[in-house]
């Protein structure tokens, strides 16, 4: 039976007889465990559900689309126009929610204020608060109502609320804008993270709301395009997505064979969130074996260096501990039972190394967010304000990504620690006895 008790008091015995290798070994984990645990949470981040976009694993999207004319002597990409919304993309039936925006940013300020603030706004339907768990604080949404009617009216974040009105209390009814263009406080949702890039905003308003959001696209012969908005799919299961997309290969076949000047080409679109943050832009060359393979390589390279180093450091170690271990099997220890006591002792390193790693993960994340969490960015995204690069406990504190990054570390560690530790405790008694370091 195995003593705990006496392992730990062992270990706790070693650590002080060589402090300077239990400083070593201890930091090189955490510093292994730090860097992974970085790694992890921000592609954690850019994956998992978090607020308010809980609805990940059901969210599609149709950003871009292609139209080649019949002769293929011309090609256009770009968003959809406000007739592919009308004619198409609202049409669709197998969906639990379809949705369309386009975002902006405005220079606003309160009503009768002089003073001006950017705010990052996106232009909605009602059906964006189905898709996007935003957490109200006061007031609700915009009506349906509101929206066909065009009504100048707006939900935005409490962060927001505070820089132009000083306070959340009592701000529903109150107006800000930009001359005669003045938008009503129906609603104030708590301020999402800009890492939450498909959902952030500062403000929310109908895009019916501006005078221009039916315009039609820059290319009159290719209708549905050009507008600015993309598309958003909230499906039930697998099941409901395979029939949206077959929904849209329908109605992209029905297109092309009625008209004679443009075909459309959808780029393998509605994309899952997943594949809307692994590959570059739609249509791009993707493979998950390739984002994996690279993924892994990397992982692996913030592992094994300081598995290797470790190694090193458990032979010497053992080196010098190889006359210890002769006297102890002459008094009859038995291998596996000095083998198991090493693996212990490196299992508790490990974990005193795994602690200290997610504390000094923790205080980057959060300290360092700013340049840490600008990677989940786009290169010509400019942020002016990096306060709304905020980040939660539910992105930092992911229980999952620390045990699985704990878990890599302990195998590999104790990889590293069990050859050595073999090699030494074969060494016949009398040569162990007689060894000295």
């Not at 960015?377 to 990054?405: C, H, W, Y």
Request: glycine share 6%.
């Amino acid at each position: 039976m195995i003593d705990f008790k006496k392992i730990l008091s062992q270990t706790i015995e070693q650590a002080r007889a060589d402090k300077a290798y239990t400083a070593l070994y201890v930091g090189g984990v955490a510093l292994s465990i730090a860097t992974v645990l970085i790694f992890a949470v921000i592609y954690y981040v850019k994956i998992a559900a978090i607020y308010p976009e809980s609805n990940r694993s059901r969210t599609l999207y149709l950003d871009l689309v292609k139209c080649v004319k019949s002769d293929s002597t011309s090609l256009a990409m770009a968003n959809l126009s406000y007739r592919a919304l009308d004619e198409w993309i609202y049409q669709i039936q197998n969906v639990e929610a379809v949705s369309a925006k386009r975002d902006a940013t405005i220079t606003v300020g309160a009503n009768g204020s002089t003073r001006m603030h950017d705010a990052t706004v996106q232009f909605v339907d009602p059906a964006f608060f189905k898709i996007y768990d935003l957490e109200f604080i006061a007031g609700k949404p915009f009506s349906s109502a509101d929206f066909k009617s065009g009504r100048k009216v707006a939900v935005i974040t409490d962060r927001f609320a505070r820089k132009l009105f000083g306070s959340v209390d009592d701000i529903l009814g109150r107006e800000f804008g930009k001359e005669n263009n003045q938008y009503t406080v129906v609603g104030v949702v708590r301020q999402p993270s800009r890492l939450t890039r498909a959902s952030f905003g500062e403000a929310y308003m109908p895009y019916t709301s501006t005078s221009s959001y039916d315009n039609p696209g820059w290319n009159q012969d290719a209708p549905y395009i050009g507008g600015g908005y993309g598309a958003l799919f909230l499906v039930r299961d697998s099941r409901q997505e395979e029939a949206l997309r077959g929904e849209m290969a329908e109605f992209i076949r029905k297109y092309n064979a009625s008209d004679d000047h443009w075909h459309i080409d959808i780029l393998n679109q509605p994309r899952t969130h997943l594949i809307s943050v692994l590959q570059r832009y739609p249509g791009s060359d993707f493979s998950f074996a390739d984002v994996l393979r690279d993924n892994l390589l990397v992982l692996l390279a913030l592992l094994l260096v300081p598995a290797i180093n470790i190694s090193a450091m458990i032979a010497g170690r053992m080196d010098s501990r190889i006359s210890e271990m002769g006297i102890r099997k002459a008094f009859g220890a038995r291998r596996s039972r000095l083998l198991s006591q090493v693996m212990w002792e490196n299992l508790l390193f490990t974990v005193a190394g795994g602690i200290m790693g997610l504390v000094m993960a923790w205080l980057v994340l959060y300290c360092c967010r700013t340049w840490v969490f600008d990677l989940l960015l786009s290169a010509n995204e400019i942020v002016n304000d990096t306060s709304t690069i905020t980040v939660t406990g539910e992105m930092i504190f992911a229980p999952v990504v620390f045990v699985i990054a704990l878990l890599l570390c302990i195998i590999l560690n104790m990889l590293s620690a069990l050859i050595p530790a073999w090699r030494s405790l074969r060494h016949p008694i009398v040569s162990s006895i007689n060894e000295k370091r």
